[in-house]
C-alpha cells in the first residue's frame, strides 16, 4: 500500500476517523457502512468474529443486514447464492475447511455470473487439524472463477471490501470477489486503521445495486436460471467468464485509482517495494511481505539490492507487471504458505514462472519455497534466510535447490514420544458389576448398577491433563456415560471443545483409542470403522474375543453441520452409538449460536441490544428428530442425575453391540459461554431438567419413556429458576422480555406434554 | 521529542504480558494499547498468542508502540521485550516468561511475595522488579486482576495518562454495570498506587535475557506418519495447577462418606480411591484424596459433596504440594516423567 498522503491531500474529499482495529473488524465495518442485503455465515475460525461484530452492530441498530446462521458452510453458500440470484448485495466470510465445504458452490455462483463479496480469513485446511493461518486453502480457491484480491493489512482489508463489491457488480465483471487476508496475523491483529466517518461516502462510492440484470426479484420478468449445457455451449459460457475475469483485472486499476481518490490509499496491481534497481527479490502474499520490507531496508543498508513484491490481486494473475518488475531481477525467491504436494513448486511459483516464460530476454532464477504453514510465523531473521538463498542463487547463476520445504526439524530421536502409561483396555474396564438383561415380557432392558461408589475402581476412559476450562461440564457427563459401558470402547470426537481439549499434539488425553473427523462426518466415519472391523473379524484377519463398543461424540453443535451424516448412519443401522453433548451453542469458536442455542438466550451470534434480545428462535429438538429415525435406542441424559445416565451407558451398549445404532443427547453446562459460575455446573442442569426443558427419557425399541418426572418428584420449577444462574439468560428476567420467558415456557409446556403423552401411550 | 521511554532498532517500544487464558491480560493489552493509539497518537498494534487453548491455559498477549509516522510491518511475536508483566506466578513453572527481557527491562509480577524470592524464581540478575498483589486487591474488590495490573502497568508506562483509562472504565460499566464503576476505579487505582518497585543495579556490560524459540519436541524424523500419537494419556504429564485463580477444595477425610458424589462431577478427574474393607470386611472404595496437579479450582465437587469433607479454600503456596495425593495410574516403566 502506497500512502499518497502528501500528493492527493488536496483532493481527498471524504472525511475519516482514525481507530485501533483488527482486520476482521475492519470488514465488518465495511460490510456494515455498505449496508449488504443479506449475509447467509457459518461459523468457523478465524472468519467468526466477523459475524459476531455484525451481530453487535446490528443488536445496536447500526446495520440492517439480514444474518442468517446457516446449518454449515455449504448451506451458507447457497443462502448467499439464492439472495445473489435475486440481486440482492450479498456477502459472506469462511476460512479452510469451510470454504472447502462450500467449494462446491463457488463455480456454480461464478458460471452463473452472479457477483457477491466473501472474505476469506485464510487458514490451514485439515488434516491433521490446525487452525492457524496459511494459504492451503486459497490455493483452493485459484480454480473457482471467483477474482481474488489479498489483503496485507487491516487497514488493505476494509478498503478492499468496499473495492471488492464495486468490481463484482461492475458490467464488465459480473463475478464474485474473494478479499483473502491471513488469519490471526491480519484478522487478529489490531492496528492504527481510517474509516469513512460517513457510510454515504461507501455508498456513493459502490453506487446503487444494479437491477437491469436478469434476476429473480422481479415476478414480470420470469426467467429459468441455471440450465444445464452440453460442451459446444459450457465452452462458450467459460468463453465468456474468462473475459469476465481478465476484465476485472482492469476494473481493478480503476476503482483503485477511483478509491485513491477518495481514500488517499492506492493499491496497484503489485505492491512493489524497493523494486525500482532491485537484484535479488521475495515474492510474498499477504501479512509476511510486509515483515520482509524491513529486512530490505536493513540489507539496502548494506548496499545489497534487494525489494519485495506482493500481489494486491492474484486472479486474474498479473503476469505483465510480473514480467516488468523482475525484468532486471537477477535472483527471485517465492515463498508460499501452501503446498501443491509433487508439482515441485506450490502454485504461484508456477505461475511466476509462466509468466517469465514469456519474456524471451528474461534471466531471472525463481527458487520456491513452502514456509510458515499451519501459522508458525514469520520472523524477520526468516526473510533474512530467504534473501541468503537469493544472493547465493544470484552469486553462483543458478539455483542449488530450487524447491524445498523451510522451517521443517528432523526431530531428535532421543524425545520420541515414549509410553507414560501402561495401556488400559479390556479386563480393566469390566467392573462386573453391571447387569443388563432382556426382559422377554416387557421388550425392555433391565438394568441393575451397584452404587456409584463402586464404579470409582473403573478407570476413566479419558486421562487427567486435558486443556478444558475449569468447570467444563463434557467431562463429567461423557465418564458417566461410559461408566455404564463395560469393556472396550472405540470412539470418534467430531470437532469441538471434547476433541480439541484432548488432543493437543504431541499430547492425548485418551486412554482408548480415538479418532478425528471434521465437525459434519463423525457419524459417517465410525459407519465405515465400525463395518470394517466387523468384515476384519468375519475374515479371521483379527482374532478379538469381545467387540468393542462404538461410540461418536460430537457437540458444539456438532447435530446442525453433521445432521445429515447422523440421520444416515441411523438409518442404515450400523452398530454405533451416537453421543452428543449439547453445550447450547458452538463453544470451541467461541460461542456463536447452533440450532440448539433456546429461544432469547444470548450468544456471540444472537447478541442483547437495542433492537434483538438473544435468539429468535427455539432449540431443534435433535432426540425426537433421531427417535423418528426408528433406531432402537435413543435418550437423554444429564450428569445431575448420575445414577440415570450409567444405566442408560449400560443400555446404549446393549443396544449398540446386539441390535443397531443408538443417539443420546447430554445437557452439559459450559461455564465460560454460560457465563455462570464454575461450581454451579451440577445445580443448572438440574434445575433445566426440573423445568422441563430438558426431559429425562428414553425411547427404547419405538416406546417412550419418562426416567424422570419432576411433576411427580414436585420439584418442577419455573424456567426462570435455571435462567438465573446464567449470564446468557440474564436480560430474559428482565419485566421488558418477559414475553420473551412466556414464549419459551408455552414451548416447553408444548413439549413436555407431547412427551408425556408419548409415555403413556407406547403407540405413539 | 519522544514520549517513548526507549525503543528497539525498528523504533518500538514493546510490552509482553504473561498470563493465563480467563484473568483477562487479553483486554488489558487491548486497553493498555488504545490508550498509546488513540488516547496519545502514537502507532502501535496489539495481538495475542493464539491457540485451540481454552481458559486456564498459557496465553501471551503483545503491544507494540511506535512514533506516529513510523509504519509497523513486523507482526511476528514480542522476542525482546522493555516491559514484561506477569498475571499468575504459577507460570514460572512451565513459561521462561522473562525470555528475552532488556538488560534495563522492568518486569511486573502479580505476587503477595517478597522481592528476592521472586528475583529467585524468575532468575533475574538485573533490572527492575514491580510487584503488584492484584490478586488480593480483586478478591478485596470483587472485581478481576487485569484491573489491577493494568493499574500498575499504567504507573511503569508513565507516558500514558491514567485519567484516560479511568474515563475508559467508567464508559466501559457505566450504563450496563453501574455498580461495577467504583469497584474497578478503586481497583485501577489501587493496582496504580500499590504497585511497588526494586531496582536490581545493572552493570555496564549487561546483556538482555537470551531469548530462544521453542522447537517442537518433534519433527519429521520422529513424528509418527500422519500425526498419529500412540502414548496414550501422555497429557497426564501437564501440570494444570496454573489454571486455578485463588482457590482449590480442601479436603478433610474424617468427614468423607465415600459417596462419589464429587467423583461424579469432576471435570478433571481429580479424585484418587483406593480400595479398602469396610466396617463389615466387605471390599469397598474410599476416596483417599485429591492430585492437585490437574485442579482447575471449579469447585463443582464443593457443591457436590452432600457433607462438609469439601469446602473453599483459598490456596497458599505450597498447600497443593504438600497435600496431593497423586493418581493411581498404571505408570509405565520408562516414561518420560
Same mark, same amino acid.
Given at each position: 500500500?502506497?500512502?499518497?498522503?502528501?500528493?492527493?491531500?488536496?483532493?481527498?474529499?471524504?472525511?475519516?476517523?482514525?481507530?485501533?482495529?483488527?482486520?476482521?473488524?475492519?470488514?465488518?465495518?465495511?460490510?456494515?457502512?455498505?449496508?449488504?442485503?443479506?449475509?447467509?455465515?457459518?461459523?468457523?475460525?478465524?472468519?467468526?468474529?466477523?459475524?459476531?461484530?455484525?451481530?453487535?452492530?446490528?443488536?445496536?441498530?447500526?446495520?440492517?443486514?439480514?444474518?442468517?446462521?446457516?446449518?454449515?458452510?455449504?448451506?451458507?453458500?447457497?443462502?448467499?447464492?439464492?439472495?445473489?440470484?435475486?440481486?440482492?448485495?450479498?456477502?459472506?466470510?469462511?476460512?479452510?475447511?469451510?470454504?472447502?465445504?462450500?467449494?462446491?458452490?463457488?463455480?456454480?455462483?461464478?458460471?452463473?455470473?452472479?457477483?457477491?463479496?466473501?472474505?476469506?480469513?485464510?487458514?490451514?485446511?485439515?488434516?491433521?487439524?490446525?487452525?492457524?493461518?496459511?494459504?492451503?486453502?486459497?490455493?483452493?480457491?485459484?480454480?473457482?472463477?471467483?477474482?481474488?484480491?489479498?489483503?496485507?493489512?487491516?487497514?488493505?482489508?476494509?478498503?478492499?471490501?468496499?473495492?471488492?463489491?464495486?468490481?463484482?457488480?461492475?458490467?464488465?465483471?459480473?463475478?464474485?470477489?474473494?478479499?483473502?487476508?491471513?488469519?490471526?496475523?491480519?484478522?487478529?491483529?489490531?492496528?492504527?486503521?481510517?474509516?469513512?466517518?460517513?457510510?454515504?461516502?461507501?455508498?456513493?462510492?459502490?453506487?446503487?445495486?444494479?437491477?437491469?440484470?436478469?434476476?429473480?426479484?422481479?415476478?414480470?420478468?420470469?426467467?429459468?436460471?441455471?440450465?444445464?449445457?452440453?460442451?459446444?455451449?459450457?465452452?462458450?459460457?467459460?468463453?465468456?467468464?474468462?473475459?469476465?475475469?481478465?476484465?476485472?483485472?482492469?476494473?481493478?486499476?480503476?476503482?483503485?485509482?477511483?478509491?485513491?481518490?477518495?481514500?488517499?490509499?492506492?493499491?496497484?496491481?503489485?505492491?512493489?517495494?524497493?523494486?525500482?534497481?532491485?537484484?535479488?527479490?521475495?515474492?510474498?502474499?499477504?501479512?509476511?511481505?510486509?515483515?520482509?520490507?524491513?529486512?530490505?531496508?536493513?540489507?539496502?543498508?548494506?548496499?545489497?539490492?534487494?525489494?519485495?513484491?506482493?500481489?494486491?490481486?492474484?486472479?486474474?494473475?498479473?503476469?505483465?507487471?510480473?514480467?516488468?518488475?523482475?525484468?532486471?531481477?537477477?535472483?527471485?525467491?517465492?515463498?508460499?504458505?501452501?503446498?501443491?504436494?509433487?508439482?515441485?513448486?506450490?502454485?504461484?511459483?508456477?505461475?511466476?514462472?509462466?509468466?517469465?516464460?514469456?519474456?524471451?530476454?528474461?534471466?531471472?532464477?525463481?527458487?520456491?519455497?513452502?514456509?510458515?504453514?499451519?501459522?508458525?510465523?514469520?520472523?524477520?531473521?526468516?526473510?533474512?534466510?530467504?534473501?541468503?538463498?537469493?544472493?547465493?542463487?544470484?552469486?553462483?547463476?543458478?539455483?542449488?535447490?530450487?524447491?524445498?520445504?523451510?522451517?521443517?526439524?528432523?526431530?531428535?530421536?532421543?524425545?520420541?514420544?515414549?509410553?507414560?502409561?501402561?495401556?488400559?483396555?479390556?479386563?480393566?474396564?469390566?467392573?462386573?458389576?453391571?447387569?443388563?438383561?432382556?426382559?422377554?415380557?416387557?421388550?425392555?432392558?433391565?438394568?441393575?448398577?451397584?452404587?456409584?461408589?463402586?464404579?470409582?475402581?473403573?478407570?476413566?476412559?479419558?486421562?487427567?491433563?486435558?486443556?478444558?476450562?475449569?468447570?467444563?461440564?463434557?467431562?463429567?457427563?461423557?465418564?458417566?456415560?461410559?461408566?455404564?459401558?463395560?469393556?472396550?470402547?472405540?470412539?470418534?470426537?467430531?470437532?469441538?471443545?471434547?476433541?480439541?481439549?484432548?488432543?493437543?499434539?504431541?499430547?492425548?488425553?485418551? %486412554?482408548?483409542?480415538?479418532?478425528?473427523?471434521?465437525? *459434519?462426518?463423525? #457419524? $459417517? !466415519?465410525?459407519?465405515?470403522? @465400525?463395518?470394517?472391523?466387523?468384515?476384519?473379524?468375519?475374515?479371521?484377519?483379527?482374532?478379538?474375543?469381545?467387540?468393542?463398543?462404538?461410540?461418536?461424540?460430537?457437540?458444539?453443535?456438532?447435530?446442525?453441520?453433521?445432521?445429515?451424516?447422523?440421520?444416515?448412519?441411523?438409518?442404515?443401522?450400523?452398530?454405533?452409538?451416537?453421543?452428543?453433548?449439547?453445550?447450547?451453542?458452538?463453544?470451541?469458536?467461541?460461542?456463536?449460536?447452533?440450532?440448539?442455542?433456546?429461544?432469547?438466550?444470548?450468544?456471540?451470534?444472537?447478541?442483547?441490544?437495542?433492537?434483538?434480545?438473544? %435468539?429468535?428462535?427455539?432449540?431443534?429438538?435433535?432426540? *425426537?428428530?433421531? #427417535? $423418528? !429415525?426408528?433406531?432402537?435406542? @435413543?435418550?437423554?441424559?444429564?450428569?445431575?442425575?448420575?445414577?440415570?445416565?450409567?444405566?442408560?451407558?449400560?443400555?446404549?451398549?446393549?443396544?449398540?453391540?446386539?441390535?443397531?445404532?443408538?443417539?443420546?443427547?447430554?445437557?452439559?453446562?459450559?461455564?465460560?459461554?454460560?457465563?455462570?459460575?464454575?461450581?454451579?455446573?451440577?445445580?443448572?442442569?438440574?434445575?433445566?431438567?426440573?423445568?422441563?426443558?430438558?426431559?429425562?427419557?428414553?425411547?427404547?425399541?419405538?416406546?417412550?419413556?419418562?426416567?424422570?418426572?419432576?411433576?411427580?418428584?414436585?420439584?418442577?420449577?419455573?424456567?426462570?429458576?435455571?435462567?438465573?444462574?446464567?449470564?446468557?439468560?440474564?436480560?430474559?428476567?428482565?419485566?421488558?422480555?418477559?414475553?420473551?420467558?412466556?414464549?419459551?415456557?408455552?414451548?416447553?409446556?408444548?413439549?413436555?406434554?407431547?412427551?408425556?403423552?408419548?409415555?403413556?401411550?407406547?403407540?405413539? | 521529542?519522544?514520549?517513548?521511554?526507549?525503543?528497539?532498532?525498528?523504533?518500538?517500544?514493546?510490552?509482553?504480558?504473561?498470563?493465563?487464558?480467563?484473568?483477562?491480560?487479553?483486554?488489558?493489552?487491548?486497553?493498555?494499547?488504545?490508550?498509546?493509539?488513540?488516547?496519545?497518537?502514537?502507532?502501535?498494534?496489539?495481538?495475542?498468542?493464539?491457540?485451540?487453548?481454552?481458559?486456564?491455559?498459557?496465553?501471551?498477549?503483545?503491544?507494540?508502540?511506535?512514533?506516529?509516522?513510523?509504519?509497523?510491518?513486523?507482526?511476528?511475536?514480542?522476542?525482546?521485550?522493555?516491559?514484561?508483566?506477569?498475571?499468575?506466578?504459577?507460570?514460572?513453572?512451565?513459561?521462561?516468561?522473562?525470555?528475552?527481557?532488556?538488560?534495563?527491562?522492568?518486569?511486573?509480577?502479580?505476587?503477595?511475595?517478597?522481592?528476592?524470592?521472586?528475583?529467585?524464581?524468575?532468575?533475574?540478575?538485573?533490572?527492575?522488579?514491580?510487584?503488584?498483589?492484584?490478586?488480593?486487591?480483586?478478591?478485596?474488590?470483587?472485581?478481576?486482576?487485569?484491573?489491577?495490573?493494568?493499574?500498575?502497568?499504567?504507573?511503569?508506562?508513565?507516558?500514558?495518562?491514567?485519567?484516560?483509562?479511568?474515563?475508559?472504565?467508567?464508559?466501559?460499566?457505566?450504563?450496563?454495570?453501574?455498580?461495577?464503576?467504583?469497584?474497578?476505579?478503586?481497583?485501577?487505582?489501587?493496582?496504580?498506587?500499590?504497585?511497588?518497585?526494586?531496582?536490581?543495579?545493572?552493570?555496564?556490560?549487561?546483556?538482555?535475557?537470551?531469548?530462544?524459540?521453542?522447537?517442537?519436541?518433534?519433527?519429521?524424523?520422529?513424528?509418527?506418519?500422519?500425526?498419529?500419537?500412540?502414548?496414550?494419556?501422555?497429557?497426564?504429564?501437564?501440570?494444570?495447577?496454573?489454571?486455578?485463580?485463588?482457590?482449590?477444595?480442601?479436603?478433610?477425610?474424617?468427614?468423607?462418606?465415600?459417596?462419589?458424589?464429587?467423583?461424579?462431577?469432576?471435570?478433571?478427574?481429580?479424585?484418587?480411591?483406593?480400595?479398602?474393607?469396610?466396617?463389615?470386611?466387605?471390599?469397598?472404595?474410599?476416596?483417599?484424596?485429591?492430585?492437585?496437579?490437574?485442579?482447575?479450582?471449579?469447585?463443582?465437587?464443593?457443591?457436590?459433596?452432600?457433607?462438609?469433607?469439601?469446602?473453599?479454600?483459598?490456596?497458599?503456596?505450597?498447600?497443593?504440594?504438600?497435600?496431593?495425593?497423586?493418581?493411581?495410574?498404571?505408570?509405565?516403566?520408562?516414561?518420560?516423567?
Amino acid at each position: 500500500m502506497a500512502i499518497l498522503e502528501e500528493k492527493l491531500t488536496a483532493q481527498v474529499g471524504a472525511e475519516q476517523i482514525s481507530t485501533f482495529e483488527s482486520g476482521n473488524e475492519m470488514a465488518a465495518m465495511a460490510a456494515a457502512q455498505i449496508n449488504y442485503h443479506i449475509m447467509g455465515y457459518f461459523p468457523i475460525t478465524p472468519s467468526t468474529e466477523v459475524a459476531q461484530f455484525l451481530d453487535q452492530m446490528k443488536a445496536r441498530g447500526e446495520h440492517d443486514i439480514k444474518l442468517i446462521p446457516a446449518d454449515g458452510e455449504h448451506g451458507s453458500a447457497g443462502i448467499c447464492y439464492g439472495a445473489a440470484a435475486t440481486g440482492a448485495r450479498v456477502f459472506n466470510a469462511t476460512s479452510a475447511n469451510g470454504f472447502l465445504y462450500m467449494i462446491e458452490q463457488l463455480p456454480v455462483q461464478a458460471g452463473t455470473r452472479f457477483p457477491m463479496v466473501m472474505n476469506l480469513v485464510t487458514r490451514a485446511v485439515s488434516g491433521p487439524l490446525d487452525i492457524r493461518g496459511d494459504h492451503s486453502d486459497l490455493y483452493f480457491g485459484l480454480n473457482t472463477g471467483w477474482v481474488i484480491l489479498t489483503a496485507r493489512t487491516p487497514q488493505a482489508v476494509y478498503d478492499m471490501n468496499i473495492m471488492a463489491l464495486k468490481i463484482a457488480e461492475h458490467s464488465k465483471v459480473r463475478l464474485p470477489v474473494i478479499v483473502a487476508y491471513d488469519g490471526f496475523w491480519t484478522s487478529h491483529q489490531k492496528r492504527r486503521v481510517q474509516y469513512f466517518k460517513d457510510r454515504r461516502v461507501v455508498q456513493q462510492f459502490v453506487g446503487e445495486c444494479p437491477t437491469d440484470y436478469n434476476f429473480i426479484r422481479d415476478p414480470q420478468k420470469p426467467v429459468t436460471i441455471g440450465a444445464h449445457m452440453n460442451g459446444e455451449d459450457l465452452m462458450n459460457n467459460h468463453f465468456q467468464q474468462s473475459e469476465a475475469m481478465y476484465n476485472a483485472g482492469e476494473v481493478f486499476r480503476e476503482v483503485s485509482a477511483e478509491y485513491a481518490k477518495l481514500s488517499g490509499r492506492e493499491y496497484s496491481v503489485l505492491d512493489l517495494y524497493k523494486m525500482e534497481d532491485a537484484e535479488v527479490a521475495l515474492f510474498l502474499l499477504n501479512s509476511a511481505a510486509e515483515s520482509a520490507k524491513d529486512v530490505v531496508d536493513q540489507l539496502r543498508a548494506q548496499g545489497i539490492k534487494a525489494g519485495v513484491i506482493s500481489p494486491n490481486i492474484i486472479r486474474p494473475f498479473p503476469v505483465k507487471e510480473i514480467r516488468e518488475a523482475l525484468k532486471n531481477v537477477k535472483a527471485l525467491l517465492v515463498g508460499e504458505r501452501a503446498d501443491s504436494y509433487g508439482a515441485h513448486g506450490p502454485n504461484l511459483t508456477h505461475e511466476v514462472k509462466s509468466a517469465l516464460q514469456d519474456d524471451k530476454n528474461n534471466q531471472t532464477i525463481v527458487l520456491s519455497r513452502v514456509f510458515g504453514m499451519g501459522g508458525k510465523d514469520f520472523y524477520a531473521n526468516d526473510a533474512q534466510e530467504f534473501f541468503n538463498m537469493a544472493i547465493d542463487a544470484m552469486e553462483k547463476g543458478y539455483a542449488e535447490k530450487p524447491f524445498d520445504y523451510f522451517g521443517h526439524v528432523p526431530g531428535n530421536p532421543e524425545k520420541i514420544l515414549k509410553p507414560v502409561i501402561t495401556p488400559q483396555q479390556g479386563d480393566a474396564y469390566k467392573s462386573g458389576l453391571i447387569e443388563v438383561k432382556m426382559d422377554e415380557e416387557t421388550n425392555k432392558l433391565k438394568v441393575k448398577i451397584p452404587p456409584l461408589r463402586m464404579l470409582t475402581n473403573k478407570p476413566k476412559r479419558i486421562a487427567s491433563g486435558h486443556g478444558a476450562c475449569p468447570g467444563c461440564g463434557i467431562f463429567g457427563g461423557l465418564e458417566l456415560f461410559f461408566k455404564g459401558i463395560e469393556g472396550d470402547i472405540v470412539t470418534l470426537f467430531q470437532t469441538g471443545c471434547a476433541y480439541v481439549t484432548t488432543t493437543a499434539y504431541p499430547y492425548s488425553s485418551h %486412554k482408548q483409542t480415538m479418532m478425528h473427523n471434521l465437525f *459434519q462426518n463423525g #457419524a $459417517a !466415519t465410525l459407519s465405515g470403522t @465400525v463395518e470394517a472391523f466387523m468384515e476384519l473379524k468375519r475374515r479371521g484377519e483379527i482374532q478379538v474375543s469381545d467387540d468393542a463398543t462404538f461410540v461418536m461424540i460430537t457437540g458444539d453443535g456438532g447435530m446442525d453441520i453433521g445432521m445429515g451424516s447422523a440421520i444416515g448412519t441411523a438409518l442404515r443401522g450400523h452398530k454405533l452409538i451416537m453421543l452428543e453433548y449439547d453445550n447450547e451453542g458452538y463453544m470451541n469458536t467461541g460461542s456463536q449460536m447452533s440450532y440448539s442455542t433456546p429461544l432469547g438466550h444470548m450468544t456471540s451470534t444472537s447478541g442483547v441490544g437495542k433492537t434483538q434480545q438473544g %435468539k429468535s428462535f427455539h432449540h431443534k429438538d435433535t432426540v *425426537q428428530i433421531m #427417535a $423418528a !429415525t426408528n433406531i432402537p435406542y @435413543v435418550f437423554t441424559g444429564s450428569e445431575a442425575f448420575p445414577q440415570d445416565l450409567v444405566k442408560k451407558g449400560a443400555k446404549a451398549q446393549w443396544y449398540a453391540q446386539n441390535v443397531g445404532p443408538v443417539y443420546g443427547k447430554l445437557l452439559i453446562t459450559c461455564p465460560l459461554n454460560w457465563k455462570s459460575e464454575d461450581r454451579y455446573g451440577t445445580k443448572i442442569l438440574e434445575e433445566a431438567v426440573n423445568s422441563c426443558f430438558f426431559p429425562l427419557y428414553e425411547v427404547e425399541q419405538g416406546v417412550t419413556a419418562i426416567t424422570y418426572n419432576p411433576e411427580e418428584k414436585k420439584k418442577r420449577v419455573p424456567v426462570t429458576e435455571w435462567f438465573k444462574y446464567m449470564g446468557k439468560t440474564k436480560h430474559l428476567l428482565k419485566e421488558e422480555n418477559k414475553h420473551l420467558v412466556d414464549e419459551f415456557e408455552r414451548e416447553v409446556e408444548k413439549r413436555w406434554q407431547r412427551l408425556k403423552a408419548k409415555h403413556e401411550n407406547p403407540w405413539l | 521529542m519522544s514520549i517513548l521511554p526507549q525503543k528497539n532498532e525498528l523504533g518500538f517500544f514493546e510490552i509482553r504480558l504473561e498470563s493465563i487464558g480467563g484473568l483477562g491480560a487479553n483486554l488489558a493489552g487491548k486497553m493498555l494499547a488504545e490508550a498509546g493509539v488513540l488516547g496519545l497518537g502514537l502507532n502501535g498494534s496489539n495481538f495475542s498468542s493464539y491457540g485451540s487453548e481454552k481458559k486456564g491455559t498459557p496465553v501471551k498477549s503483545f503491544i507494540r508502540f511506535c512514533e506516529p509516522r513510523v509504519e509497523i510491518r513486523d507482526h511476528s511475536p514480542i522476542e525482546q521485550p522493555h516491559i514484561v508483566g506477569v498475571f499468575h506466578e504459577a507460570l514460572y513453572k512451565t513459561i521462561n516468561v522473562v525470555s528475552g527481557l532488556n538488560a534495563d527491562g522492568i518486569v511486573l509480577v502479580n505476587s503477595s511475595r517478597d522481592f528476592d524470592d521472586v528475583k529467585q524464581d524468575l532468575k533475574l540478575e538485573y533490572g527492575t522488579l514491580a510487584i503488584v498483589d492484584a490478586l488480593t486487591i480483586a478478591v478485596e474488590e470483587k472485581t478481576k486482576v487485569n484491573t489491577a495490573m493494568l493499574g500498575a502497568l499504567f504507573r511503569i508506562c508513565d507516558f500514558l495518562d491514567p485519567d484516560a483509562m479511568r474515563k475508559v472504565i467508567r464508559k466501559t460499566f457505566e450504563k450496563k454495570y453501574p455498580h461495577f464503576v467504583e469497584p474497578n476505579l478503586r481497583t485501577f487505582d489501587r493496582g496504580y498506587s500499590e504497585v511497588e518497585f526494586k531496582t536490581y543495579h545493572v552493570p555496564e556490560d549487561a546483556q538482555g535475557k537470551a531469548f530462544t524459540r521453542p522447537l517442537p519436541q518433534l519433527g519429521y524424523m520422529t513424528q509418527e506418519l500422519g500425526g498419529v500419537i500412540t502414548t496414550q494419556a501422555n497429557s497426564i504429564l501437564k501440570d494444570l495447577s496454573g489454571s486455578r485463580q485463588g482457590f482449590l477444595p480442601k479436603f478433610e477425610r474424617d468427614k468423607c462418606i465415600d459417596c462419589a458424589a464429587c467423583d461424579n462431577v469432576c471435570p478433571d478427574f481429580c479424585f484418587v480411591w483406593e480400595e479398602g474393607a469396610d466396617k463389615r470386611g466387605r471390599e469397598q472404595m474410599f476416596l483417599k484424596g485429591i492430585d492437585y496437579q490437574y485442579c482447575k479450582g471449579c469447585l463443582k465437587c464443593v457443591e457436590a459433596c452432600p457433607t462438609s469433607a469439601l469446602s473453599d479454600l483459598r490456596e497458599m503456596i505450597g498447600y497443593a504440594d504438600a497435600n496431593r495425593v497423586k493418581q493411581n495410574f498404571p505408570y509405565a516403566e520408562g516414561g518420560n516423567l
